[in-house]
């Protein structure tokens, strides 16, 4: 694995994005919750930076570490990407009903990615370095 950044600030790393996606995510249902259209684009666009750089790193922390689950993971992150697009595309055409089941069910799936993918990923960083 490339070392020009240690391990642990690389965990430290996508822990703060998991720790901004989880904070976004409740933004977000709240501004469902309360019919905010307004206040769910600008967080949802917040939501779409972090997540972006975020797969972006992992992706590459992935690959340098030779993470056996890397493919699945990767393809979770193409899916929950493209899920996301098609949300937006949705809001900015002014269809708000995008806003409600969807956009929450998007959210409550991409916290569950931090749980159920993310979690096993930084525990195998963790392994490698003191392995």
Known sequence: MNDAIPVAKKIL?????????RELGARILAAIECCDVEAARG?????????????????????????????????????????LMAINGALCSGRCSA???????FIEESLAH??????????????????
């Open 43 to 83: 967080h949802l666009l917040e939501f779409q930076l972090v997540q972006d750089s975020h797969f972006r790193f992992q992706n590459r922390l992935m690959e340098e570490a030779a993470y056996p689950a890397m493919e699945e993971h990767m393809r979770c992150h193409e899916r929950l990407y493209t899920i």
């Open 13 to 21: 790393t996508l822990s703060d994005d998991c720790g901004q996606l």
């Open 99 to 105: 806003l409600t089941a969807e956009l929450a069910a």
């Open 114 to 131: 931090i749980h159920e993918m993310d979690q096993p990923f930084h525990d195998f960083l963790i392994g490698e370095k003191s392995g």
